[in-house]
């Protein structure tokens, strides 16, 4: 280390979006996908975002900037390949890097799934007894010379040595690498050290969960292992999305200078922590006056808190007097405090000035990532005799009924005798291609240049053609396409009241895939009918089933930005009996199967395991309340993707869905370790649909197989991993022809299971 550590700065940020403020990025990685442009195109896309970063953080006065949080795809696979853990397949690809991330013809991708308690998706890495680690810093050293020839001195990020290995494929059996990975890591500090960087940013989100023993003893080892490197930057180790808990006194009796304290989904939990947190060897904490300073003997002293304080996630304005207690509080048990976000921006669009359209009541209660590094500057520099109040709770959620179906035996039998399925029914999961003439009508219909009729021949058009599409390949139960939704949840919350919809406010969910969230801010009720006369449309261009689309209650809520003053099962609950009234028109109007897609459901599971079973008992029931309406002859569809639902498999079984479509082909079919017991009709995919790769008809037949090993035929759906929007028609055409023949051949065996 060197003789005399730099103060952190007072004011900093956990990173910060990448996409670009216009989605730059995405245009550039798909025109790159496309072979429209090359890698050095793609790459000085990608150099002109970051420095445009660097220059309006500094412009608002952020002290403290932080470096290597860009990404081309995905943070967790940038770790991945600055560890060299690229698995031997890959490399012999063309471009390694997007062959992990999207696959090849030849090769599929790795595993994808959700990030902590979020909705953006990360790549979860390969690290087995084989996997030979070899530090690659090109990167993060490249990021610091570009932004040191800008004048701007960063903080590299990196995704921290013990969060990496627990979000692998192994999981926690995979610290039995931990020794080796830190050979990695503690040689790039004496790489960052030689550049002379100051500080490095090691994120270790996975310590806010619940950790075992010998997990807590790992990070022990970990830090204290970089800590005694010779030569290195100042460690400042970031825990984001929670309480740190039982970590924060293992993580305190480390040589690490700095650690990051999420003060807003950690709260003031966090806050009793830094009293009680006790000494590292499990003895009671050191008494210390407040006020004491780092020569105390509390837990903290002589570290740097790095207090998130200014929420990383939501998009309401900070409320000066919240942020005030907790940074006074934080003070009272350490010296030194620095002022944050609560994780990184990356969540977050950029600028609350790119949305005219919004209510100026609405819009002075907002704070975009911009306004928000504002506020964190603000804070920093607020004197601490400022105004503190304590916040108020959240009042008591109120009761609610859930609402009840018939049995599941009597429904089967209804639908059977109504809808006449064959075995091994094949079916898609409602969204097909959004072509180039779709996207740019819907934009000319937004800027006035298009009228709604004009519109609304083009959307009929597009439904013909997945229509005739679906039947043509012979699937046996049809969706309409979608053409008319922009977004699945979006769309519903342009339909609702208590909703309100951006222009540009975009944020990154995976890749190149970005979402702009609605913002839910009062309450919700639903004026009429949203998807009625589309579904009507639909089934009357065939004598095939088609199924009614819509999102279901937790998800719709879950990718939006929510309100704050109710508790969020009141906010679901709201949203529930809408969609309840939409199932009910649905029926009426004849659909004869409705589909409710929650794949958020175990995107909002607690990360502690304290919450997890009250958090599901009543997203559980909000999803049975929006259903519980619908008649014993109308087949409840649902959907689940890329989010380890095998870890509430019980959970999704009580939604009591007549049919729960799942992703699995992506995730290499684990989900079928664990659906023995599942009681009701069940589609494991078996085509990954974020992967361009067109997968065979031998592929899906095996695939297929291996289900039929777990279920029962009579119970077994054929269907992709999840909507088809993203791909191309002849993609889908292509692999929907192979699904098909994939599930004739088993139905023409004499006994399929």
């Known amino acids: 280390?060197?003789?005399?550590?730099?103060?952190?700065?007072?004011?900093?940020?956990?990173?910060?979006?990448?996409?670009?403020?216009?989605?730059?990025?995405?245009?550039?990685?798909?025109?790159?996908?496309?072979?429209?442009?090359?890698?050095?195109?793609?790459?000085?896309v990608g150099a002109g975002l970051r420095e445009r970063t660097w220059r309006r953080l500094a412009e608002l006065g952020l002290e403290g900037l932080p470096s290597n949080t860009f990404s081309l795809y995905d943070h967790v696979l940038d770790t991945a390949v600055l560890l060299g853990a690229v698995p031997e397949r890959y490399r012999r690809a063309e471009d390694p890097y997007f062959a992990m991330a999207r696959g090849t013809q030849g090769l599929a991708p790795l595993r994808m799934t959700k990030w902590f308690d979020t909705n953006y998706h990360y790549i979860v890495p390969e690290v087995g007894p084989e996997t030979v680690f070899a530090l690659d810093a090109a990167k993060p050293l490249a990021e610091v010379r570009q932004a040191r020839a800008l004048g701007f001195e960063t903080r590299p990020v990196v995704v921290g040595p013990v969060t990496f290995l627990l979000l692998s494929e192994r999981g926690a059996a995979a610290l039995d690498r931990l020794d080796d990975v830190l050979d990695c890591y503690a040689e790039l500090l004496g790489v960052l050290a030689a550049e002379g960087v100051a500080w490095v940013q090691l994120d270790e989100p996975a310590l806010v969960a619940d950790r075992t023993a010998g997990e807590l003893a790992a990070v022990r080892r970990a830090y204290e292992r970089l800590g005694a490197v010779a030569e290195r930057p100042g460690l400042f180790v970031a825990a984001p999305y929670g309480d740190l808990g039982e970590a924060l006194p293992v993580l305190a009796a480390t040589p690490v200078e700095a650690i990051g304290l999420d003060l807003v989904r950690g709260g003031l939990d966090g806050l009793a922590a830094l009293a009680g947190a006790g000494s590292a060897d499990g003895g009671p904490a050191g008494e210390r006056s407040a006020g004491e300073g780092p020569a105390g003997r509390g837990p903290l002293a002589g570290k740097t808190v790095v207090a998130g304080v200014v929420s990383g996630r939501e998009v309401w304005r900070t409320e000066p007097g919240r942020a005030a207690y907790a940074l006074r509080v934080v003070r009272e048990h350490t010296g030194d405090v620095a002022v944050s976000t609560s994780c990184s921006l990356l969540h977050v669009p950029y600028d609350v000035a790119a949305e005219p359209d919004l209510v100026p009541e609405l819009r002075a209660r907002l704070a975009f990532a911009e306004q928000k590094v504002a506020e964190v500057v603000e804070l920093a520099h607020a004197a601490p005799s400022g105004p503190a109040v304590a916040p108020e709770p959240v009042g008591a959620p109120a009761p609610v009924a859930a609402g009840e179906r018939g049995p599941y035996e009597v429904r089967a039998a209804a639908q059977a005798e109504r809808l006449r399925l064959p075995l091994l029914p094949t079916t898609t999961i409602g969204s097909f291609p959004q072509t180039g003439e779709l996207r740019a009508a819907r934009a000319a219909l937004a800027a006035g240049t298009l009228t709604e009729a004009a519109y609304e021949d083009l959307v009929r058009a597009e439904i013909e053609r997945a229509i005739r599409t679906q039947e043509r390949l012979g699937l046996d139960v049809l969706v309409h396409g979608e053409p008319e939704r922009n977004d699945m949840v979006q769309y519903f919350a342009e339909h609702l009241d208590g909703f309100a919809v951006t222009r540009n406010g975009w944020v990154q969910s995976y890749g190149s895939r970005c979402t702009r969230p609605p913002i839910l801010h009062g309450d919700v009720s639903r004026p009429g009918p949203i998807t009625v006369r589309w579904a009507r449309h639909a089934q009357s261009l065939t004598d095939k089933p088609v199924k009614g689309m819509l999102t279901g209650p937790v998800t719709i809520v879950a990718w939006s930005f929510v309100r704050a003053d109710l508790p969020l099962r009141d906010v679901v609950f709201q949203v529930a009996d809408a969609v309840r009234e939409e199932v009910r028109d649905l029926e009426a109007a004849g659909v004869p199967i409705i589909q409710v897609d929650e794949p958020a459901l175990r995107e909002l599971l607690p990360l502690r395991r304290a919450g997890q079973a009250g958090y599901l008992e009543w997203a559980v029931a909000a999803y049975r309340r929006a259903t519980s309406g619908a008649a014993d002859g109308t087949q409840i569809h649902t959907h689940l993707c890329y989010s380890d639902a095998d870890q509430i498999l019980a959970a999704i079984d009580g939604l009591d869905a007549d049919v729960t479509t799942i992703e699995s082909a992506r995730s290499g079919g684990r989900i079928l370790g664990a659906v023995g017991g599942f009681g009701r009709g069940l589609g494991p995919g078996v085509y990954d649909i974020h992967s361009p790769r067109v997968p065979g008809t031998d592929e899906i037949e095996e695939l297929l197989r291996e289900t039929l090993k777990a279920l029962p035929a009579g119970r077994v759906w054929v269907n992709p991993d999840c909507g088809l929007k993203t791909r191309t028609y002849e993609q889908v055409e292509a692999a929907l022809g192979a699904m098909v023949a994939g599930a004739r051949r088993l139905r023409a065996e004499p006994s399929p299971a």
Do not use: C
Request: no cysteine; glycine share 6%; aromatic share 10%.
């Open 1 to 44: 280390m060197p003789a005399v550590q730099p103060a952190f700065p007072r004011s900093t940020v956990l990173g910060y979006p990448r996409i670009g403020p216009r989605r730059e990025l995405k245009r550039a990685l798909e025109s790159y996908w496309e072979g429209r442009s090359s890698r050095q195109e793609l790459d000085r």
